[in-house]
C-alpha cells in the first residue's frame, strides 16, 4: 500500500540535508490584540501544526510545566507563553475544537502536562509518531520524519535553553516556531502521500 516510502534515514544522510527554518510571520503572543488574532485564526483553521517546550531538568527528580505552546496554521505560527493564564481559554478551544485537526509528536505527554495547567477535552488530534509507526516507518520524531519526507534539517541546538524565560531569544523563537510549522508540513505531505487513510 505504501511501497517505495522510505523507511528511515541515516545520521549522515540528515547532517548533510539543507537547515530549514519557518520563514513566514511568527506572533509571540503578548497584547490582547495578538491574543484576538491567534483567535480568530485558530478558529477558522481547518489544521494546525502542534507542539510545546518545557524548561529542561538536569536534576534527578526535577520536572517544569510547559512553558510554551506553539500553533501553526496557513498564516502564522502563534508563539504562547504559559505563564500569560489569558490564552489558557484559546488554546483550551483549540484543543476541545471537532472541526480542526492538531497535528503534533508524542501528543500524549504534552496533552498531560497542559492538563495540569488548564482543563479541556482534546478532540481530534493527530500524533505523527504514531502515524509513522502504522506506516511501519522506523523512525518518528520530528527531525527525522522532517529529513525523510520533507527533504531539510531542523537545526535543535536551542531544544535545552530556558523557555521559561522572560524573553525569548530570536534563536529560541525560531527553534519553535519551526517546529510546530514542520508538523503542519508533514501532516500535508502524509495527506499527499496516502499515508494518513492506513490506519
Known amino acids: 500500500m505504501n511501497d517505495g516510502l ?43 501544526g502542534l507542539d510545546t517546550e518545557t524548561r529542561p531538568s538536569f536534576r534527578k527528580g526535577e520536572s517544569h510545566p510547559p512553558a510554551l505552546v506553539q500553533a501553526a496554521t496557513t498564516r502564522a505560527v502563534y508563539l504562547f507563553r504559559l505563564r500569560r493564564t489569558e490564552c489558557f481559554p484559546v488554546l483550551a478551544a483549540l484543543l476541545s475544537n471537532p472541526r480542526c485537526v492538531k497535528a503534533g509528536v508524542s501528543l500524549a505527554d504534552d496533552l498531560r502536562a497542559l492538563k495540569s495547567l488548564f482543563a479541556f477535552e482534546e478532540q481530534n488530534m493527530l500524533d505523527l509518531g504514531h502515524v509513522a509507526r502504522r506506516a511501519k516507518l522506523a523512525q518518528t520524531g520530528v527531525r527525522n520524519l522532517a529529513g525523510i519526507f520533507l527533504g531539510f534539517r531542523i537545526p535543535k541546538g536551542t531544544k535545552t535553553t530556558n523557555w521559561a524565560r522572560h524573553e525569548l531569544s530570536p534563536a529560541q523563537v525560531a527553534y519553535a516556531a519551526t517546529d510546530a510549522w514542520a508538523c503542519r508540513e508533514l501532516t500535508l505531505e502524509f495527506q499527499r502521500l496516502g499515508i494518513l487513510g492506513q490506519s
Do not use: F, H, K, M
Not at 7 to 24: E, K, M, T, V
Open 6 to 48: 522510505p523507511r528511515s534515514i541515516s545520521r549522515d544522510d540528515l547532517a548533510n540535508l539543507p537547515i530549514r527554518r519557518y520563514q513566514g510571520r511568527v506572533c509571540v503572543v503578548v497584547t490582547p490584540a495578538d491574543l484576538e488574532e491567534a483567535r480568530a485564526d485558530l478558529e477558522s483553521e481547518r489544521l494546525v
